[in-house]
């Protein structure tokens, strides 16, 4: 499949850094259900979702798994490898087949301080989608825990 540089995250990557990038990008597929990884482990890669979909959840002590929220194609699955100690903030489940681009962590890395403008522009997606993500936890643990009213409409910070 020939990557789509304007979907998504890759259509943060100027165009001419995109073949950079994307040599670094192996196939991916994931049966069915499959836990791709789990809340504190190694974050030594990533992916960029082609078909499919994936369930994000974390942990809620007493309560198990919480679902706060599913991405698909064009997505970028995993922000953790950018940011030390590099240890998932979240579980990851697929919810039936997904095909995904998969990029070694370091590798990325080192490619980002080889190149400052690709760089720029994957920590600017990246950074972008830990607030998405930021934002959908706190709405969704207000949704499930918060008294009810407690969901805010305005912006988070």
Not at 6 to 16: R, W
Not at 73 to 79: I, K, M, Y
Request: net charge negative; glycine share 10%.
């Amino acid at each position: 499949m020939i990557p789509q540089p304007d979907v998504g995250v890759l259509a943060a990557v100027p165009a001419e850094h995109h073949g950079r990038l994307m040599a670094l990008a192996r196939e991916a597929a994931f049966r069915s259900v499959t836990r791709i990884f789990e809340e504190g482990e190694r974050a030594d890669r990533f992916w960029i979702i082609r078909s499919g979909t994936v369930a994000l959840d974390l942990q809620v002590p007493g309560r198990g798994r919480a679902v706060v929220e599913t991405v698909g194609a064009g997505a970028l699955l995993g922000w953790s490898w950018l940011c030390p100690p590099r240890q998932w903030h979240l579980g990851a489940e697929t919810r039936g087949p997904v095909h995904a681009w998969e990029f070694d962590a370091g590798a990325v890395r080192d490619l980002c301080a080889e190149d400052p403008v690709l760089g720029l522009a994957l920590v600017t997606a990246v950074a972008e989608t830990i607030g998405d993500r930021l934002r959908a936890t706190r709405t969704r643990l207000l949704d499930l825990y918060g008294p009810p009213g407690s969901q805010l409409n305005g912006p988070t910070s």
